[in-house]
DNA sequence: AACTATTATCGTAATATTACGATAAAGAAA
DNA sequence: TTTCTTTATCGTAATATTACGATAATAGTT
């Protein structure tokens, strides 16, 4: 009944999982979009380009966070968003696994 | 409130958090292992492999198979289910230009 | 100190996901 | 045909996510 059995997976299996709940939001693909092709990563900038609320905003950049895709430092009264390349290379090196054992059966 | 804002986003933002919504659970990233490494590859037999029961592996399946990540063609009373190459190398692509255009600004 | 700007958090309503048992559907075997 | 095997679907309960307004928190400005 709902119960999450996440326990019952691997820790590596949870890792990925959780990289991909993170970008299992369009909302969340834009802002890493925007993150990656932007200089000027204030929240502020984003909520701007967003068709979202300001605290909706922030709920998706704490998730982003969270997983390891972005980090932010506070900079005065605003705080710079950014990407956080370590978490995107293990993202990928596991994403990657799978295409290089991946076998064609049917 | 709750109210899905979707659609306000761009077709291309929708489609990679959909494949990232279908790796966003630890069982399916155990599925796509095991299809990944194994050439035996019934529904039953991933039954046997995860914590979970028939009916919620089938539902986990079927929302694999709806993101384009595998496909399964029918082999007399059971299915045969695989990988979707074309579903990664496109997933894989779409996140291959986040790395490209990834810039450090902090 | 009082005010402004920026971001985070709380409360909460609407919606979606997760999981299971029960049951249906369809082909294989008796 | 009857039975068995395998997979899908339905109903439903528990949990999680999404979104917003209101409000708090913090730093800068006047």
Known sequence: ??????DEFTAKQNRLADYAKALAHPA???IVEYLATSNACMCGDI???LPLSQSTVS????ELKNAGLIKGTIDGTSVCYCLN???WNEMQSMLGTFLVTMKKCC
């Open 85 to 87: 390349e370590e978490g």
């Open 28 to 30: 969340r693909v834009a």
């Open 59 to 62: 709920q998706h950049l704490r």
């Open 1 to 6: 009944m709902g119960l999450s059995k996440k």
């Open 47 to 49: 909520v701007e380009v």
